[in-house]
C-alpha cells in the first residue's frame, strides 16, 4: 500500500502546481533539444534544434573534447598538457559525456575523480583559498620528461600526490526488512611532494559530473529560480543560490554548475576545467597550476600561449550548449506513473523540480530559448546533512551544502558509463544508496523511502530510470 502523509502529501501538491509540474506523458525530455537515443550515445549526440552550420561547430567542439592534450613538439594532439594535470583529455573524465568511475581497488588512483583542497579563509574574489603549495586541487600526473617526437627535452615534473580511495562499509535496513549495503569514500593521500598539507587543510573528493543539456540549464531564468527559492521556504526548506564570481563579466553572478554551483557559466566552467583538470590555460585563466614551491613545474615551456586559444574555446563552448538531452523512456508505463506520484508525495519534487521553462532569449545560442524541460533540478544549494557534508565551503555554499543534481538521463548510466556512481564522490552505486545517504532538508523524504513497501519502492526507482 502507498504511504501517504496528509500534511506532506498536500504540501508537495501545492508546490508541483506552482512548480508546473509534469503530468502529461510527453517524453521530450528538453522539448527540441531531446535525442531519441537510448544506447552509448545517449549523453553525446547533438541537439536536432542545431542549424547546419552550428553542426560543423559541434563537431568540432566534439573532436577537442574527445583529443589528447601532449606535450610541445608532439603531432599526437593538441599542445598544452600540463605541467601537471589529471587527464589528458575532457573524456578522460566524462567518458562518453557521463559520469566518472571512482576506483574500486586500493592500489588505483584516482582519474575521473578529483579532489579540491582549500585552506580557512577566501581568496580575493571571495571564492576557496588556495593551498600555499598545492593550490585549489592535487594534481597525482605530470610530465615524466615525455618525448619531443624522439628527444627527451623536458625534466620530469613532480606530481602533487597520490590519491587513493578506500571504502568504508555500513549497512541500512529498510521497514519491509530489506537491508541496503551502503559505502562512503576514505580518501589517502601518499607521496606528497611538497610538503604535508596542513591540520587545517580542507579536501573535498569530487566525481565527474554528467555534461549533456547544459546549455538549458544555463538558460533558466535567474528569477525562475529566485521563486523556487521562496515557495520552497513556505515548506520548510531552505534553497539558496550561490554567488559566485564571474571571471567573464568581473563580477558576482548566479552559480549554476558545479556540485556545489561554483561556476556561472557553461564557457567559463570550460574554461576552469581545462585549467585545473589538464593544466590548459586559456585567455581567461593564463597562469599554470604552479604554486612557487614548485619550481620545475614553473620552468616548463608553454605550449602555447594561451593554449586554449579563444577558436577552440568558441567551438567548446558551442559544443557544450548544444549536447542534447536523451528522452524519457516507458513514459506511459503504469508503474512509471505511479512512481511520479510517489516521487511528489515523499517530496522529492521540491528540490528536484519536474519542470522548467528556459528564458524567452538566449544570444549565444537561440534555439535554447522557450524550451520546456524536465531536469529535475532547482539549481540551487541545500543543506544535505552531516552524512554527506564535505566540510568545504565554496561562496555561499556551506560545508554541507550541494546543489541539487539534475536527474534526467540517470536510467542510462550504465549503458553510457557502465556504472551508477552518483551523488559528489560517486559513493552511491544505485539511486536506492543516494537516497538513503540523504540528510539535512531532505531527512524526511529518505525517512519516508525508507518507509515504502517493495511495490512502491520498485515503482519509484522505475520511475528513475524512464527520465
Known amino acids: 500500500m502507498t504511504i501517504r502523509h496528509p500534511v506532506l502529501t498536500l504540501a508537495a501538491a501545492a508546490f508541483s502546481l506552482v512548480c508546473s509540474a509534469d503530468n502529461s506523458?510527453?517524453?521530450?525530455?528538453?522539448?527540441?533539444?531531446?535525442?531519441?537515443?537510448?544506447?552509448?550515445?545517449?549523453?553525446?549526440?547533438?541537439?536536432?534544434?542545431?542549424?547546419?552550420?552550428?553542426?560543423?561547430?559541434?563537431?568540432?567542439?566534439?573532436?577537442?573534447?574527445?583529443?589528447?592534450w601532449v606535450v610541445f613538439g608532439v603531432s599526437a594532439g593538441d599542445w598544452g598538457i600540463g605541467p601537471t594535470f589529471i587527464g589528458d583529455r575532457c573524456s578522460a573524465c566524462h567518458v562518453r559525456n557521463g559520469r566518472g568511475t571512482p576506483p574500486s581497488a586500493a592500489?588505483?588512483?584516482?582519474?575521473?575523480?578529483?579532489?579540491?583542497?582549500?585552506?580557512?579563509?577566501?581568496?580575493?574574489?571571495?571564492?576557496?583559498?588556495?593551498?600555499?603549495?598545492?593550490?585549489?586541487?592535487?594534481?597525482?600526473?605530470?610530465?615524466?620528461?615525455q618525448r619531443v617526437e624522439l628527444l627527451h627535452a623536458y625534466l620530469p615534473v613532480p606530481a602533487e600526490a597520490e590519491l587513493y580511495l578506500d571504502w568504508e562499509p555500513s549497512s541500512v535496513t529498510l521497514a519491509d526488512g530489506f537491508e541496503v549495503h551502503l559505502r562512503k569514500p576514505a580518501l589517502r593521500i601518499e607521496n606528497l611532494a611538497f610538503g604535508e598539507l596542513g591540520a587545517d587543510t580542507m579536501l573535498s573528493v569530487r566525481n565527474a559530473p554528467p555534461v549533456f543539456g547544459m546549455g538549458l540549464?544555463?538558460?533558466?531564468?535567474?528569477?525562475?529560480?529566485?521563486?523556487?527559492a521562496a515557495r520552497q521556504r513556505q515548506l520548510g526548506f531552505n534553497g539558496r543560490p550561490n554567488r559566485v564570481w564571474n571571471a567573464i563579466e568581473q563580477r558576482e553572478t548566479f552559480g549554476r554548475f558545479g556540485?556545489?554551483?561554483?561556476?556561472?557559466?557553461?564557457?567559463?566552467?570550460?574554461?576552469?576545467?581545462?585549467?585545473?583538470?589538464?593544466?590548459?590555460?586559456?585567455?581567461?585563466?593564463?597562469?599554470?597550476?604552479?604554486?612557487?614551491?614548485?619550481t620545475v613545474c614553473r620552468k616548463e615551456v608553454p605550449g602555447n600561449d594561451p593554449e586554449l586559444i579563444d577558436g577552440a574555446w568558441d567551438d567548446?563552448?558551442?559544443?557544450?550548449?548544444g549536447v542534447g538531452v536523451p528522452a524519457r523512456r516507458h513514459w506511459n508505463d503504469a508503474e512509471v506513473q505511479r512512481?511520479?506520484?510517489?516521487?511528489?508525495?515523499?517530496q522529492c519534487a521540491v528540490c528536484h523540480v519536474p519542470t522548467l521553462t528556459t528564458a524567452d532569449g538566449f544570444a549565444r545560442l537561440p534555439q535554447l530559448a522557450r524550451q520546456t524541460i524536465h531536469a529535475y533540478t532547482d539549481l540551487l544549494l541545500h543543506d544535505m546533512g552531516d552524512g554527506l557534508a564535505d566540510g568545504r565551503p565554496e561562496f555561499a555554499?556551506?560545508?554541507?551544502?550541494?546543489?541539487?543534481?539534475?536527474?534526467?538521463?540517470?536510467?542510462?548510466?550504465?549503458?553510457?558509463n557502465g556504472n551508477g556512481a552518483l551523488l559528489h564522490d560517486g559513493r552511491a552505486r544505485d539511486a536506492t544508496e543516494a537516497v538513503l545517504w540523504h540528510g539535512g532538508e531532505a531527512q524526511g523524504s529518505r525517512d519516508l523511502f525508507v518507509q515504502l513497501n517493495k511495490r512502491d519502492r520498485d515503482a519509484l526507482l522505475a520511475f528513475l530510470d524512464a527520465i
Open 316 to 321: 567548446f563552448e558551442l559544443w557544450s550548449l
Open 217 to 228: 540549464l544555463e538558460a533558466v531564468p535567474e528569477e525562475t529560480l529566485l521563486d523556487i
Open 25 to 68: 506523458v510527453d517524453e521530450l525530455s528538453a522539448g527540441a533539444f531531446t535525442v531519441p537515443r537510448t544506447d552509448a550515445g545517449a549523453y553525446s549526440q547533438p541537439a536536432p534544434a542545431l542549424a547546419e552550420r552550428q553542426r560543423e561547430t559541434f563537431k568540432r567542439g566534439r573532436a577537442a573534447f574527445n583529443r589528447p
Open 397 to 416: 555554499a556551506s560545508g554541507r551544502d550541494w546543489r541539487t543534481p539534475p536527474l534526467w538521463g540517470l536510467g542510462l548510466s550504465r549503458i553510457v
Open 107 to 145: 592500489n588505483e588512483q584516482l582519474l575521473s575523480t578529483l579532489v579540491r583542497v582549500s585552506v580557512p579563509g577566501t581568496d580575493h574574489n571571495g571564492g576557496p583559498r588556495p593551498h600555499r603549495h598545492y593550490g585549489g586541487q592535487l594534481q597525482n600526473r605530470a610530465l615524466q620528461g
Open 339 to 346: 512512481g511520479a506520484a510517489l516521487f511528489e508525495q515523499l
Open 259 to 294: 556540485w556545489k554551483a561554483s561556476q556561472p557559466s557553461v564557457r567559463q566552467q570550460v574554461a576552469a576545467a581545462a585549467l585545473h583538470d589538464m593544466g590548459v590555460t586559456s585567455s581567461l585563466f593564463p597562469r599554470q597550476n604552479c604554486p612557487d614551491i614548485q
